[in-house]
């Protein structure tokens, strides 16, 4: 009946939503713009050397968490960065995990300095990213999750296999905005459930980037503002993949039938 | 139970797959260059061959280096060479160094291999293999295609290639080398890190590895990279897969440990294989 068609017509018409990304929180504090994507950040820190901006990262976010033995580098290798030898400036909000790589007198320190250490030594099922991620989800109310993107150190590089489980936390935690950094570049989840438009900050990163569907192939995908763009194009591993491009515009938008991974190399952060 | 079993009927009737063995002996250390076989050894012997992309050499450089009867650079990874090579053996001169340590080839666009270094292997006899960029193939692609197509032994039956740099630094390039082993799956190709060692294990084969206890492990992982499997099974593993299924988004087995000294491998999707190298290899 003529009310049922019109249902099935408004499904097919209704465009995808739009998913805006932006870097901005590379950019020093002044530069801010007024308005982006999602401006609550959380900061993540991971027991690998912190990247060279890490205190631009420190600065931008409300909460910062040390997974572990993310809090020895804070503790280590924060002042060198800053030429500020004074620790009790970068105390982090949480230290979280498993607890078997921070060394006791950094434990010690920052708990005494307020740090909430949060103990998850009788979880051995996930990863330290895993279960700082995990409870920030749980932390944040329905309300601000929209408005959070967590920011994460030390996802990269080292052990192979860690760096795996840390993108798989990329994929389990699809509905979070999280970008795993490194000094060399940045890398995201691109959902297949949104059409996704990156604004590009030229001063701070590209124009290398990449596109590839770590979980499953696609069948088509569709980009702007590469440039070699895709064009209903397959991508597999075997087969084709998008690396080595090069981002020709402000705005790169990419649409997929998979779940993409999105990364561009990172410059002038020193 | 994630996945259903195939009905003994169906089982029976099914050919089993071949075998694959892997071994990282390439890792042990030697005090001397192993001297190339002769006669039926010939035939049957494992030869190697080097690449070196443009990343920090691993701490055991020199060792692969002095195995492998192929080396190859790709662009700025003959910096590296010249750079690292006499770093990583202090106690040696340097210049010597660089004469024993001279690539067979430096292949790429040359946009990163420094001119003096370039000119330096070009006047010692390198072969120098300047590419235009393109996007279809990356360095190491290039580099394996170069390889494949003169192979150091009889043919590429035995052949080994063991690449460095080819994980960290820039993802991008991270996952196009990753790819590389895809695309050329029939090939043996190991990316070697100073953190962790990566393969391919095929979904055509079932796979036997060996592990070298002294140089690598006990932390592995099984990644099914580009498509999710949905039944893979092994042995020697403390957290062994039973018909398990893995995917981006759920399982993946990751932070696994060695067990025994022969881990094997099935699975209905290819897998990357990966295992930690101990800090003194």
Same mark, same amino acid.
């Given at each position: 009946?003529?009310?049922?068609?019109? =249902? *099935?017509?408004?499904?097919?018409?209704?465009?995808?939503?739009? *998913?805006?990304?932006?870097?901005?929180?590379?950019?020093?504090?002044?530069?801010?713009?007024?308005?982006?994507?999602?401006?609550?950040?959380?900061?993540?820190?991971?027991?690998?050397?912190?990247?060279?901006?890490?205190?631009?990262?420190?600065?931008?976010?409300?909460?910062?968490?040390?997974?572990?033995?993310?809090?020895?580098?804070?503790?280590?290798?924060?002042?060198? *960065?800053?030429?500020?030898?004074?620790?009790?400036? %970068?105390?982090?909000?949480?230290?979280?995990?498993?607890?078997?790589?921070?060394?006791?007198?950094?434990?010690?320190?920052?708990?005494?300095?307020?740090? =909430?250490?949060?103990?998850?030594?009788?979880?051995?099922?996930?990863?330290?990213?895993?279960?700082?991620?995990?409870?920030?989800?749980?932390?944040?109310?329905?309300?601000?999750?929209?408005?959070?993107?967590?920011?994460?150190?030390?996802?990269?590089?080292?052990?192979?296999?860690?760096?795996?489980?840390? @993108?798989?936390?990329?994929?389990?935690?699809?509905?979070?905005?999280?970008?795993?950094?490194?000094?060399?570049?940045?890398?995201?989840?691109?959902?297949?459930?949104?059409?996704?438009?990156? %604004?590009?900050?030229?001063?701070?990163?590209?124009?290398?980037?990449?596109?590839?569907? @770590?979980?499953?192939?696609?069948?088509?995908?569709?980009?702007?503002?590469?440039?070699?763009?895709?064009?209903?194009?397959?991508?597999?591993?075997?087969?084709?993949?998008?690396?080595?491009?090069?981002?020709?515009?402000?705005?790169?938008?990419?649409?997929?039938?998979?779940?993409?991974?999105?990364?561009?190399?990172?410059?002038?952060?020193? | 139970?994630? !996945?259903?079993?195939?009905?003994?009927?169906?089982?029976? !009737?099914?050919?089993?797959?071949?075998?694959?063995?892997?071994?990282?002996?390439?890792?042990?250390?030697?005090?001397?260059?192993?001297?190339?076989?002769?006669?039926?050894?010939?035939?049957?012997?494992?030869?190697?061959?080097?690449?070196?992309?443009?990343?920090?050499?691993?701490?055991?450089?020199?060792?692969?280096?002095?195995?492998?009867?192929?080396?190859?650079?790709?662009?700025?990874?003959?910096?590296?060479?010249?750079?690292?090579?006499?770093?990583?053996?202090?106690?040696?001169?340097?210049?010597?160094?660089?004469?024993?340590?001279?690539?067979?080839?430096?292949?790429?666009?040359?946009?990163?291999?420094?001119?003096?270094?370039?000119?330096?292997?070009?006047?010692?006899?390198?072969?120098?293999?300047?590419?235009?960029?393109?996007?279809?193939?990356?360095?190491?692609?290039?580099?394996?295609?170069?390889?494949?197509?003169?192979?150091?032994?009889?043919?590429?039956?035995?052949?080994?290639?063991?690449?460095?740099?080819?994980?960290?630094?820039?993802?991008?390039?991270?996952?196009?080398?990753?790819?590389?082993?895809?695309?050329?799956?029939?090939?043996?190709?190991?990316?070697?890190?100073?953190?962790?060692?990566?393969?391919?294990?095929?979904?055509?084969?079932?796979?036997?590895?060996?592990?070298?206890?002294?140089?690598?492990?006990?932390?592995?992982?099984?990644?099914?990279?580009?498509?999710?499997?949905?039944?893979?099974?092994?042995?020697?593993?403390?957290?062994?897969?039973?018909?398990?299924?893995?995917?981006?988004?759920?399982?993946?087995?990751?932070?696994?440990?060695?067990?025994?000294?022969?881990?094997?491998?099935?699975?209905?999707?290819?897998?990357?294989?990966?295992?930690?190298?101990?800090?003194?290899?």
């Amino acid at each position: 009946d003529y009310l049922q068609e019109d =249902k *099935m017509l408004w499904r097919t018409i209704r465009s995808m939503e739009v *998913m805006a990304h932006s870097s901005s929180f590379l950019l020093p504090k002044l530069h801010q713009p007024a308005k982006t994507p999602a401006n609550n950040y959380t900061l993540v820190v991971l027991n690998q050397q912190l990247p060279r901006f890490m205190p631009r990262l420190w600065a931008q976010a409300k909460m910062r968490i040390c997974a572990d033995g993310g809090a020895n580098r804070i503790f280590d290798e924060m002042s060198q *960065m800053t030429n500020d030898l004074d620790r009790n400036r %970068y105390i982090p909000e949480i230290v979280e995990g498993d607890m078997d790589s921070i060394r006791p007198e950094v434990k010690r320190f920052y708990s005494s300095q307020g740090s =909430k250490i949060s103990d998850k030594s009788h979880n051995q099922e996930t990863t330290d990213l895993h279960k700082c991620i995990s409870s920030i989800r749980h932390r944040t109310p329905d309300h601000e999750k929209a408005n959070l993107c967590v920011l994460v150190t030390g996802a990269l590089g080292g052990r192979f296999d860690h760096e795996a489980a840390n @993108i798989n936390v990329l994929y389990v935690f699809s509905d979070m905005r999280i970008v795993l950094l490194s000094d060399d570049c940045l890398i995201q989840l691109l959902p297949k459930t949104h059409h996704h438009e990156i %604004y590009i900050e030229s001063s701070v990163e590209g124009p290398h980037c990449g596109i590839f569907p @770590i979980g499953a192939p696609s069948t088509s995908t569709t980009t702007t503002g590469l440039k070699w763009n895709l064009s209903d194009a397959e991508m597999r591993f075997g087969s084709m993949i998008s690396t080595s491009n090069i981002v020709d515009s402000d705005k790169v938008t990419v649409q997929s039938d998979a779940d993409l991974l999105w990364t561009i190399s990172l410059r002038n952060l020193t | 139970p994630l !996945t259903s079993r195939v009905s003994p009927a169906a089982a029976a !009737t099914m050919p089993p797959l071949p075998t694959m063995t892997h071994s990282s002996s390439f890792l042990l250390p030697s005090s001397s260059p192993p001297a190339p076989p002769t006669g039926a050894d010939a035939e049957n012997a494992v030869s190697y061959a080097v690449v070196v992309l443009n990343q920090r050499l691993p701490r055991f450089a020199p060792l692969l280096w002095t195995r492998a009867r192929l080396r190859v650079c790709a662009d700025g990874g003959a910096n590296r060479v010249f750079d690292g090579m006499p770093d990583l053996l202090p106690g040696e001169d340097p210049d010597e160094v660089r004469v024993r340590y001279k690539p067979d080839a430096i292949e790429g666009d040359m946009d990163s291999v420094r001119p003096e270094v370039k000119e330096y292997y070009s006047s010692l006899g390198t072969q120098i293999i300047d590419d235009s960029p393109d996007q279809d193939t990356t360095d190491l692609n290039k580099c394996i295609s170069f390889i494949t197509r003169n192979p150091p032994g009889p043919d590429n039956s035995n052949l080994f290639i063991l690449v460095l740099g080819a994980l960290g630094g820039r993802f991008d390039h991270e996952m196009g080398n990753i790819n590389v082993l895809h695309r050329f799956s029939n090939t043996r190709i190991i990316l070697l890190s100073d953190d962790s060692s990566i393969f391919l294990l095929p979904k055509t084969h079932s796979h036997e590895i060996h592990i070298e206890r002294s140089v690598e492990g006990p932390h592995c992982g099984l990644i099914p990279m580009g498509a999710p499997s949905s039944s893979s099974t092994t042995t020697g593993l403390r957290w062994n897969l039973d018909n398990t299924s893995m995917n981006f988004g759920g399982l993946l087995s990751t932070s696994n440990i060695v067990e025994e000294e022969i881990v094997t491998v099935t699975s209905d999707s290819d897998l990357i294989w990966t295992i930690s190298l101990r800090k003194h290899t």
